[in-house]
């Protein structure tokens, strides 16, 4: 049974461009959610979807967008990117998203890196 | 507002030596608490949890935590720590309303000396 996978694994971008990471939840699981991991922090709640739609946003600007497609994979898109952006950018997902209390499991992360 | 408090920003013990990380939080209502582990550029993995019931739970690789509701406090403990042991450690809070969001601290960096 495959675990929450993420692509890539490492990327590097230059101010003012736009990047998309991709996220596979693991099997049986119907809810991502995306965190934000800056250097030295704990995670910081980005946003979660839930039936191809966003179901809560953290304190993120709107440059953060993201998508669900029907098979529950999911992306995050960061427009016009800048420094602070340079994250570890995780993905979590669990099971039941009508239900309110349920284990997250992340994935491996992907490193963003703007230049 | 919900917060989780890590005291310990870095912590360094002996192999064989016993550990507690400890975690404070600020929340209203009854919490939902999370240990996960990071190893460097890795992920999180889940350690323990505590839902409702006992108050001492019981997680992989012989870690254990204890919710003191009086304290506010949900701290890590194992009795012996091995030298794989070395990894950032989160503690979590869930939030119930609305979504499943997590309040992470800050972490604890710990550091096994052989």
């Known amino acids: 049974d495959a675990g929450v996978t993420q692509s890539p694994t490492h990327l590097i971008k230059t101010r003012g461009q736009q990047v998309t990471l991709r996220c596979s939840p693991k099997s049986g699981h119907d809810t991502v959610s995306w965190y934000q991991q800056a250097l030295g922090q704990g995670p910081q709640f980005i946003f979660q979807y839930y039936e191809e739609e966003e179901r809560q946003r953290g304190n993120f600007p709107d440059r953060f967008s993201g998508h669900q497609f029907p098979n529950y994979s999911s992306e995050l898109n960061v427009n016009a990117l800048l420094l602070g952006d340079s994250a570890l950018y995780l993905c979590?997902?669990?099971?039941?998203?009508?239900?309110?209390?349920?284990?997250?499991?992340f994935g491996p992360g992907t490193r963003l890196t703007v230049l | 507002a919900q917060s989780v408090t890590q005291p310990d920003i870095h912590i360094t013990v002996s192999e064989g030596a016993s550990l507690e990380l400890r975690c404070n939080y600020s929340y209203g209502a009854t919490p939902y608490l999370f240990w996960y582990v990071q190893s460097p550029g890795q992920g999180l993995q889940l350690l323990l949890k505590y839902f409702s019931g006992d108050t001492l739970v019981q997680g992989i690789k012989g870690f254990e935590a204890e919710f003191k509701r009086s304290q506010s406090s949900f701290n890590l403990r194992k009795p012996s720590v091995h030298w794989s042991d070395a990894a950032e450690y989160f503690c979590?809070?869930?939030?119930?309303?609305?979504?499943?969001?997590?309040?992470f601290g800050q972490g604890t960096r710990l550091t096994i000396n052989p």
């Open positions: 979590a809070v869930h939030l119930i309303q609305g979504a499943q969001k997590l309040v």
């Open positions: 979590a997902s669990s099971p039941l998203g009508g239900r309110r209390l349920n284990t997250q499991y």
